[in-house]
């Protein structure tokens, strides 16, 4: 080995690649493969999303209808066969709340809570919540245990 044939190691150097637009010397200068003129070679250019070169975007050709309702309340469902789910792997007994189920990260911190009547329910609970549904209120009760309308 001699200095006629050292070189760097396997994988070690990587190319950095052309530096476009760094003067003529570099042969990649002047307009930077840019072309002449238009949007497209001017600094700062970005195309908007769904931009379709001026002819007019899908989303303003397409009809809009239907309506929202901006008094509309969204609760958040837990079936029973759920609660019954954590009574067996133990994370839960006695009483479900808000904070029960928000640490078991099943609604979120200011969720409106719905219980909901899939599945069966085993286990003695009182169950506070804002909504149930006749069926989930039922089964609670046939259990033993208490459904608390908050």
């Given at each position: 080995?001699?200095l006629?044939n050292?070189?760097?190691a396997?994988g070690?150097?990587?190319?950095q690649?052309?530096?476009?637009?760094?003067g003529?010397?570099?042969g990649?200068g002047g307009?930077a493969?840019?072309?002449h003129?238009?949007q497209?070679?001017?600094?700062g250019y970005?195309?908007?999303?769904g931009?379709e070169?001026?002819q007019?975007?899908?989303?303003?050709?397409?009809?809009?209808?239907?309506?929202t309702?901006i008094n509309?309340?969204?609760?958040?469902g837990?079936?029973?066969?759920?609660?019954?789910?954590?009574v067996?792997?133990?994370?839960i007994?006695g009483?479900?709340?808000?904070?029960?189920l928000f640490l078991?990260?099943?609604?979120?911190?200011n969720?409106l809570?719905?219980?909901?009547g899939r599945g069966?329910l085993?286990?003695k609970?009182?169950v506070?919540?804002h909504?149930f549904t006749?069926?989930?209120k039922?089964?609670?009760?046939a259990?033993g245990?208490?459904?608390?309308?908050l």
């Amino acid at each position: 080995m001699d200095l006629s044939n050292l070189k760097p190691a396997e994988g070690s150097v990587k190319n950095q690649g052309k530096r476009i637009g760094r003067g003529q010397g570099s042969g990649k200068g002047g307009t930077a493969t840019k072309g002449h003129k238009g949007q497209k070679s001017r600094s700062g250019y970005s195309k908007k999303i769904g931009f379709e070169g001026g002819q007019m975007p899908l989303q303003r050709r397409v009809p809009k209808f239907g309506f929202t309702n901006i008094n509309r309340k969204e609760y958040q469902g837990i079936n029973l066969d759920t609660l019954q789910e954590l009574v067996d792997d133990k994370k839960i007994k006695g009483t479900v709340d808000l904070d029960t189920l928000f640490l078991n990260r099943l609604t979120g911190k200011n969720d409106l809570v719905k219980i909901l009547g899939r599945g069966e329910l085993k286990a003695k609970l009182k169950v506070s919540a804002h909504k149930f549904t006749a069926t989930a209120k039922a089964a609670i009760e046939a259990a033993g245990g208490e459904a608390v309308t908050l």
